[in-house]
């Protein structure tokens, strides 16, 4: 199996959150899988500007040149895309959704209706399936947990793919492994 | 009175949500002129302690920003956690937003608002409301009469502000029309798609810019 790990924790204070990512990632490798692990706080990064030139000079393409287009390359012929961050301010941080923002040249300008919803077309035949490791802050609670899934549900139909799960770090690194693949 | 609108879209003073604001700060306006007004444009840098003093000192707070990928843009996620050293220094703060987006429909923003509501509670502020409203994108382009209601209620919105220190929940509810297509749109719109008519505006502008051709590129796709 193809996966892509998009890790989005900042670049102070989360080592063990980069690390548990590490093993994980490993765990996987050893496992046989194919496994790619961007560390976003490592990364060149400049955020969508809503400029259309994805849609409407370079179709597909983003026209602001950084290191984003290693995560669009793999993510698109990967099984699966994991997003994994610590929630900071009851949501996933920044840094991973100025790369989600930069995933919208994965679909095409044109709109069709889905479920009775606007959305845009696919540009590509299929995507990857999507999960989403998460660190609770101190305060974070049952609702929290619901909002943050809610939107990733609607990422996914966006995407016209499926969001597998949502599991806290807190777990082991093989048991964590083992999710990413069985669900 | 303290007043502070910060403008969440990547595109900056030339963006749709500018022009939501501008008719919500006309409406204002037009009600009180005793007020001292802050305007924040996320997609420059926010000098240094600005967004601290900011937040301690407005009445009222209003976050404007388009939906991308079914939330907040990265840089007002950005904001947000720089807003995280704040929380419960305020509780007077009376916290609104504002949620435009390129679909029709409100039901795409609704998830976000349920999470705007909750980081108000965090921030220890009192929630005024999200003013969710779509079919913002061709508001620059289209003539003055397809855009003249959208724009009365956002200046409505704005008076009810000054007036009240609140969001009108009627203009709420007339600007979140339509919350989800109904039926007879829904088959005027699969009939047009049908007939090649509904990717005209996209046709029209890849053609300008000499890209038709490749419009169906998938270039990220080399393994």
């Known amino acids: 199996m193809k996966i892509t790990i998009v890790d989005g924790a900042p670049g102070h204070g989360f080592d063990p959150f980069h690390g548990k990512l590490v093993q994980i990632t490993s765990a996987l490798a050893l496992g046989g899988h194919d496994v790619k692990n961007f560390r976003l706080s490592r990364m060149h990064l400049r955020?969508?500007?809503?400029?259309?030139?994805?849609?409407?000079?370079?179709?597909?393409?983003?026209?602001?040149?950084?290191?984003?287009?290693?995560?669009?390359?793999?993510?698109?012929?990967?099984?699966?895309l994991i997003f994994a961050s610590p929630l900071i301010m009851g949501f996933t941080s920044a840094l991973l959704k100025k790369v989600q923002d930069k995933m919208i040249p994965l679909l095409l300008p044109y709109i069709e209706l889905?479920?009775?919803?606007?959305?845009?077309?696919?540009?590509?035949?299929?995507?990857?399936?999507?999960?989403?490791?998460?660190?609770?802050?101190?305060?974070?609670?049952?609702?929290?947990?619901?909002?943050?899934?809610?939107?990733?549900?609607?990422?996914?139909?966006?995407?016209?793919?499926?969001?597998?799960?949502?599991?806290?770090?807190?777990?082991?690194?093989?048991?964590?492994?083992?999710?990413?693949?069985?669900? | 009175m303290w007043l502070s609108v910060i403008n969440g879209s990547p595109r900056g003073k030339k963006s749709?949500?500018?022009?939501?604001?501008?008719?919500?700060?006309?409406?204002?306006?037009?009600?009180t002129g005793s007020f001292q007004l802050e305007e924040i444009y996320l997609n420059r840098p926010v000098k240094d302690g600005r967004l601290?003093?900011?937040?301690?000192?407005?009445?009222?707070?209003i976050i404007a920003f388009p939906l991308y990928t079914d939330a907040m843009p990265g840089i007002v996620k950005e904001f947000f956690e720089d807003l995280s050293g704040l929380c419960g220094t305020n509780p007077a703060l009376k916290l609104g937003f504002i949620v435009q987006s390129g679909f029709?429909?409100?039901?795409?923003?609704?998830?976000?608002?349920?999470?705007?509501?909750r980081l108000a509670s965090r921030l220890g502020a009192q929630y005024l409301g999200t003013a969710i409203r779509g079919g913002v994108e061709g508001i620059q382009v289209q003539p003055a009469w397809m855009t003249r209601r959208i724009r009365k209620l956002f200046w409505k919105l704005g008076a009810g502000l000054a007036l009240n220190s609140e969001f009108d929940d009627a203009v709420l509810l007339s600007l979140a029309q339509p919350e989800r297509l109904g039926a007879f749109v829904r088959?005027?719109?699969t009939t047009g798609a049908r007939l090649g008519?509904?990717?005209?505006?996209?046709?029209?502008?890849?053609?300008?810019?000499?890209?038709?051709?490749r419009r169906f590129d998938r270039s990220y796709m080399i393994s």
């Not at chain 2, 029709?104 to 976000?112: G, L, N, T």
């Not at chain 2, 008519?197 to 051709?213: C, G, P």
């Open chain 1, 47 to 80: 955020p969508c500007t809503g400029c259309w030139g994805c849609w409407a000079r370079t179709p597909g393409e983003c026209v602001i040149p950084d290191e984003t287009i290693q995560i669009r390359q793999a993510a698109i012929v990967s099984d699966r």
């Open chain 2, 187 to 189: 088959f005027i719109y």
């Open chain 2, 52 to 61: 601290d003093q900011l937040f301690h000192e407005s009445d009222i707070m």
């Open chain 2, 104 to 117: 029709p429909e409100a039901i795409h923003s609704r998830f976000i608002a349920r999470y705007l509501e």
């Open chain 2, 197 to 213: 008519l509904t990717d005209f505006y996209w046709n029209r502008i890849l053609r300008e810019n000499n890209a038709w051709q």
């Open chain 2, 16 to 31: 749709n949500t500018a022009i939501l604001l501008g008719e919500l700060l006309k409406g204002f306006c037009s009600v």
């Open chain 1, 114 to 183: 889905v479920n009775h919803e606007c959305h845009h077309r696919k540009r590509y035949p299929a995507y990857p399936e999507l999960g989403l490791l998460y660190q609770a802050e101190h305060d974070t609670g049952e609702e929290d947990l619901k909002i943050v899934r809610e939107i990733y549900l609607r990422y996914a139909l966006n995407f016209r793919t499926e969001f597998l799960f949502m599991e806290t770090l807190d777990k082991e690194s093989e048991e964590l492994a083992y999710v990413v693949i069985s669900h």
